[in-house]
């Protein structure tokens, strides 16, 4: 079946550092989706990318979905303390179920102030 | 006020017993979904419904059951039958569109098994 690989599983920063989470899959996907959690919370819908080499910005969040469209990365600049939490890619498969997302495992940011 | 509830926030089971969790949305969504959630774990998917009365397994669907009577309404059982049930349940909506629909997720219930 479909797999969603991401790293780091866990990542510490001090303030003001700069963040990076990779994901991977094992299929091409048809789009990704980016959620973040925070702790003991539900997961928040942050971002979706669609097109292949794609790149969305949120103030210091920066998405970018790969050529082939098997990868993506999340990078955060210049963190803070409110970027604690979980972040999750889940895709889509290409040709799959459009109800059906794979979730990564996370990597879960703390930040040191 | 829109969202998805989720009763209780936390929910003790005893060996044998079969519990219900309740999922509650009021955002008109068609779809819902039940995902699994362990520690330092990704979401795992139970079962989800694309539409009234109609649902499928997902990944993880052994030892579990769902209905869909009300568009509104989408209940997760934990049967006996899961041996590891202790773990963080979420409840999800969404509106299909054409395959890019995101998810919006309730508050969760905490299940432990005494």
């Known amino acids: 079946g479909q797999q969603v690989m991401q790293i780091p599983q866990y990542q510490h920063v001090q303030e003001g550092e700069d963040f990076t989470t990779y994901c991977n899959s094992s299929?091409?996907?048809?789009?990704i989706q980016w959620y973040k959690q925070r702790p003991g919370g539900h997961p928040v819908f942050l971002i979706q990318?669609?097109?292949?080499?794609e790149v969305k910005k949120q103030k210091r969040l920066t998405f970018q979905f790969g050529e082939a469209k098997k990868n993506s990365s999340l990078h955060i600049t210049a963190t803070q303390t409110t970027d604690v939490g979980t972040y999750f890619c889940?895709?889509?498969?290409?040709?799959?179920?459009?109800?059906?997302?794979?979730f990564g495992k996370g990597t879960l940011l703390t930040v040191n102030p | 006020d829109g969202g998805i509830t989720q009763s209780p926030k936390y929910l003790f089971r005893k060996e044998g017993q079969n519990v219900t969790l309740s999922c509650e949305q009021n955002?008109?969504?068609?779809?819902m979904y039940w995902y699994r959630q362990d520690p330092g774990q990704g979401l795992r998917l139970i079962y989800y419904?694309?539409?009234?009365?109609?649902?499928q397994k997902g990944d993880i669907a052994e030892g579990y059951s769902v209905s869909r009577e009300k568009k509104e309404s989408f209940p997760l059982t934990v049967t006996s039958a899961q041996k590891n049930p202790t773990a963080f349940y979420l409840c999800?909506?969404?509106?299909?569109?054409?395959?890019?629909?995101?998810?919006?997720f309730g508050p969760g219930t905490r299940l432990l098994v005494l």
């Open positions: 955002l008109n969504h068609d779809a």
């Open positions: 299929t091409t996907l048809s789009n």
């Open positions: 889940a895709g889509r498969r290409s040709g799959g179920s459009n109800y059906k997302l794979t």
């Open positions: 419904s694309q539409i009234v009365n109609d649902f």
């Open positions: 999800a909506s969404s509106i299909p569109l054409a395959g890019q629909e995101t998810q919006y």
């Open positions: 990318l669609v097109k292949s080499g």
